[in-house]
């Protein structure tokens, strides 16, 4: 792809990220796309760059070529943010990949973090606790997540603790305070939203708001013995909500008898078919 291709799919096809294959890191070292990351920059259109090829490969356990990989990541993710293009990193699976970008990206680095592959060999494995506790000190990792076997992909159904849910699994059903739930927050729903648009859990709050998580608390315990199923939730079982970052008290949003919550499934940023974007080059 040449520059002028690259401004007329910005310019008369409205697309506003591009991703690349981790397959043409040498040609992005050599200089070869640097008058497209310009523009990229200029324009502030999303790099989505894509590591999880390698990954696959049957060598990535081992040390030597791993840490050569890790290597050719650092100098990739230099390259890219002395541009000042956004960069999106995904595939992202290894505690070291997550501290050499952490150490190597400027303010608009961002990982995809991908917790639903555990079957990669990879040298220090994520885990949703060392990559929660992360998140605490960085405000740029997206939270894929993890592979739960739920009913059914599509099932509604209401965050509590006998269903199961990507918070469960996440906090290992330990007590947590509301600052950590807003940080589970911006990695799984918020971050994404804001940069690829994907909306993961959506109740039918105000026309158009959308709800990252609704803590439920019934008062009956017959509703719990249902798992949530189809269930309309009352407004008086509503704890709070995490809507875009924030917290929210139930009641401040909630008209009474016209919320329905529900969780819609959302695929992993991995392997969502981009609509607005294209292939580099």
Same mark, same amino acid.
């Given at each position: 792809m040449k520059r002028d291709d690259?401004?007329?799919?910005?310019?008369?096809? !409205?697309?506003?990220?591009?991703?690349?294959?981790?397959?043409?890191? $040498?040609?992005?070292? %050599? !200089?070869?796309?640097?008058?497209l990351l310009q523009f990229m920059a200029k324009h502030q259109l999303l790099?989505?760059?894509c590591t999880k090829a390698i990954k696959e490969s049957s060598l990535v356990r081992n040390q030597t070529f791993f840490s050569a990989y890790l290597i050719k990541l650092r100098e990739a993710v230099r390259h890219i943010s002395m541009t000042g293009c956004p960069?999106?990193?995904?595939?992202?699976?290894?505690?070291?990949?997550?501290?050499?970008?952490?150490?190597i990206g400027g303010g608009q680095t961002y990982i995809a973090v991908n917790l639903c592959n555990t079957e990669l060999d990879v040298p220090s494995p994520v885990s949703p606790e060392l990559i929660t506790e992360? =998140?605490?000190?960085?405000?740029?990792?997206?939270?894929?997540? /993890? %592979?739960?076997?739920?009913?059914?992909?599509?099932?509604?159904?209401? @965050?509590?603790?006998i269903s199961y849910s990507f918070l469960h699994e996440l906090t290992d059903d330990i007590l947590v305070d509301e600052t950590y739930m807003v940080n589970l927050c911006n990695m799984y %729903?918020?971050?994404?939203?804001?940069?690829? =648009?994907?909306? /993961?859990?959506?109740?039918?709050?105000? %026309? =158009?708001?959308d709800a990252d998580i609704i803590v439920w608390s019934p008062s009956s315990g017959q509703d719990v013995a249902r798992h949530g199923e189809n269930i309309s939730i009352l407004k008086a079982d509503i704890k709070y909500l995490v809507v875009s970052g924030r917290l929210i008290e139930g009641? @401040? $949003?909630?008209?009474?008898?016209?919320?329905?919550?529900?969780?819609i499934f959302r695929d /992993?940023?991995?392997?969502? /078919?981009?609509?607005?974007s294209i292939l580099l080059p």
């Open positions: 690259l401004a007329y799919c910005f310019i008369h096809k !409205g697309i506003s990220s591009f991703s690349m294959q981790w397959k043409h890191v $040498h040609k992005l070292l %050599a !200089g070869d796309f640097d008058s790099l989505i760059f960069l999106l990193i995904t595939g992202v699976s290894s505690m070291d990949e997550v501290r050499t970008i952490r150490t992360y =998140g605490r000190l960085m405000n740029n990792i997206i939270l894929d997540p /993890p %592979a739960l076997k739920t009913p059914t992909d599509r099932q509604n159904y209401i @965050e509590n603790n %729903a918020t971050l994404p939203a804001k940069l690829l =648009g994907i909306y /993961p859990q959506k109740g039918a709050l105000i %026309a =158009g708001a009641s @401040e $949003h909630i008209k009474p008898n016209s919320l329905n919550g529900r969780y /992993p940023v991995i392997d969502l /078919p981009y609509k607005d």
